[in-house]
């Protein structure tokens, strides 16, 4: 079901370019998304109701949910899965406490010379989650959380239209926003969510500063075209996973993990980079018992057979490190004899799971930590949705006459080597 890459005889000089990747055109995907953020921008609530018809099949009678209907879905939530959520919450809540820190921090140059940076929270957000192949009411507690402990004065949540609910967004996202006190919802989905929340709906919705979440790939085009106008997290792609295993590690658990996320969506990358044949062999075996019984085989069959997937056969460990830095995975496990010490060799990652008894669906839901990653490689250079994404960091400034005197000639000099001769100026005017 897996392909098989052979990397063991490979001085992976570029090892990026041997990867299995999703296959991803979002410049196509913008092109198709402009017209829709345009209309949007154009005709409003008008637009958003006329394309909830032509991609969600509804046409919602509120596009704002009405507060009654998310306490009615609070109030019918099943009470295991409360209790379950509920423990996600606390448990984010704390680690996003942790992530926090200091809101200030100062340093005293020199006598007088002091310069504090200010961690200032962005004043209004909007939160986006999917409700396509499958509601994500975890993606609730992963946008609203740490937006709430940072300080965020305005959070509005968008979610698509489900017409057998009547179009309201599934009411499981509903309960969740309401347990956490979130008012602000609306049913619209895809790119015209995003475009909702840039240009604001003069009457429904006043615009945003910022736009996180997940989507799919029309919501990250929305996100690409019209960043500058609002902020975004990120571009993420379709969901991956890496498995780096040896010998030792257990098929069953391997498979069962690939799995997990191949049944996210056919796109979805899961990938197993192990220096064992034996192991590679056993999981294969195991992945065929395993999808035959998954309720969504299909899908499943789908990622696991797609270019996105591959058993990435390696000579050592060593190569391994290589392989799973190169491919920077959303979610990457480590499943080897002294997992914690390989894993703190790991470069580049969204997380981190360290061990059998640490898989990913543990971080989808109940770990503490973010499931809203980077994608595609991007963990070389970005992180997870976190407290510090929904804060500004902003430099204060405050020197007095002896500390600018200090280094005024400092400046004039490096202001000259520039040839901008009036910024040295406006500091030799003051001491005039």
């Not at 899965?81 to 820190?101: D, I, K, T, Y």
């Not at 940076?117 to 975890?138: E, H, K, T």
């Not at 992963?142 to 009411?171: C, D, K, Y």
């Not at 499943?300 to 190569?319: F, H, K, M, N, Y």
Request: a negative charge; glycine letters at 8%; aromatic letters at 4%.
């Amino acid at each position: 079901m897996l392909r098989t890459l052979d990397l063991r005889q490979s001085d992976l000089a570029d090892p990026g370019s041997l990867l299995p990747r999703a296959e991803l055109d979002v410049e196509a995907a913008v092109e198709v998304v402009r017209p829709i953020c345009a209309a949007v921008a154009e005709r409003g609530a008008e637009a958003l109701l006329e394309l909830s018809e032509r991609f969600d099949r509804v046409r919602p009678e509120h596009l704002r949910v009405p507060a009654e209907a998310m306490q009615q879905a609070l109030a019918e939530l099943d009470p295991t899965l409360r209790e379950a959520v509920e423990l996600a919450v606390r448990r984010r809540r704390q680690v996003s406490e942790a992530e926090l820190g200091t809101a200030r921090t100062e340093v005293e140059l020199a006598p007088g010379a002091l310069v504090a940076q200010r961690m200032i929270p962005v004043r209004r957000v909007g939160l986006y989650v999917p409700g396509g192949l499958a509601p994500l009411s975890s993606s609730v507690i992963m946008n609203v959380v740490p937006a709430q402990v940072a300080g965020v004065e305005s959070i509005a949540v968008a979610s698509p239209p489900q017409a057998e609910f009547g179009g309201l967004p599934h009411p499981t996202i509903l309960a969740v926003c309401a347990l956490l006190g979130v008012e602000e919802v609306y049913a619209v989905g895809g790119a015209q969510a995003v475009a909702m929340f840039a240009h604001g709906v003069e009457g429904l919705c006043r615009r945003v500063d910022l736009v996180t979440g997940p989507g799919n790939i029309y919501v990250v085009a929305a996100k690409r075209l019209l960043k500058g106008l609002v902020g975004i997290d990120s571009e993420a792609g379709p969901t991956e996973i890496a498995v780096l295993a040896d010998a030792g590690a257990d098929p069953r658990l391997v498979a069962a993990d690939l799995v997990s996320q191949a049944e996210h969506d056919p796109s979805a990358g899961s990938v197993l980079v192990t220096d064992s044949e034996a192991l590679a062999e056993a999981v294969a075996a195991e992945l065929a018992v395993q999808v035959s019984a998954a309720r969504h085989g299909d899908r499943i069959r789908a990622a696991l057979g797609g270019p996105q997937s591959a058993t990435v056969l390696v000579r050592d460990l060593e190569q391994g490190l290589v392989v799973v830095d190169a491919y920077g995975a959303e979610h990457l496990e480590i499943h080897t004899a002294d997992a914690e010490r390989v894993a703190a060799r790991v470069r580049n990652a969204g997380a981190i799971f360290v061990g059998p008894w640490s898989p990913v669906s543990l971080g989808d839901y109940c770990a503490g930590s973010t499931h809203v990653l980077p994608t595609g490689g991007a963990a070389a250079h970005s992180s997870g949705l976190n407290v510090k994404s929904f804060l500004r960091a902003v430099n204060v400034i405050s020197y007095d006459r002896d500390a600018l005197r200090l280094v005024a000639r400092h400046i004039e000099a490096m202001a000259e080597a520039e040839d901008l001769p009036a910024h040295g100026a406006a500091v030799s005017a003051r001491f005039a």
